[in-house]
Nanobody, 122 residues
Framework: QVQLVESGGGLVQAGGSLRLSCAASGRTFNIYTMGWFRQAPGQEREFVATITWSGGTISYADSVKGRFTISRDNAKKTVYLQMNSLKPEDTAVYYC???????????????WGQGTQVSVSS
């Protein structure tokens, strides 16, 4: 059993920054990849970024490249998402995710966090 707990969401003006954190606990030995997805009201959940624990291989959605940075702390079993130059279209509930495979998809994730709201005003 794995638990993922997100924090760091909030309200920010366009152009501002937020840092999200996701701490994994429980039986985390089989986790290979952790990352972030987001879902706006009335829209499908979409991929944001992932990182692998062993090699630190990173993947980003095109919409956030150059603005968001994903990182991890292996000792703390925590993944972070530094979000800079935020836009109103970034507004969504952001969900931490973890799985045993290198690639995570919105419908194929081993574990989900509860989500944290990110709101960006114009």
């Amino acid at each position: 059993q794995v638990q993922l707990v997100e924090s760091g969401g909030g309200l920010v003006q366009a152009g501002g920054s937020l840092r999200l954190s996701c701490a994994a606990s429980g039986r985390t030995f089989n986790i290979y990849t952790m990352g972030w997805f987001r879902q706006a009201p009335g829209q499908e959940r979409e991929f944001v970024a992932t990182i692998t624990w062993s090699g630190g291989t990173i993947s980003y959605a095109d919409s956030v490249k150059g603005r968001f940075t994903i990182s991890r702390d292996n000792a703390k079993k925590t993944v972070y998402l530094q979000m800079n130059s935020l836009k109103p279209e970034d507004t969504a509930v952001y969900y931490c995710a973890a799985g045993a495979t290198p690639t995570l998809t919105p419908t194929h994730v081993g574990y989900w966090g509860q989500g944290t709201q990110v709101s960006v005003s114009s």
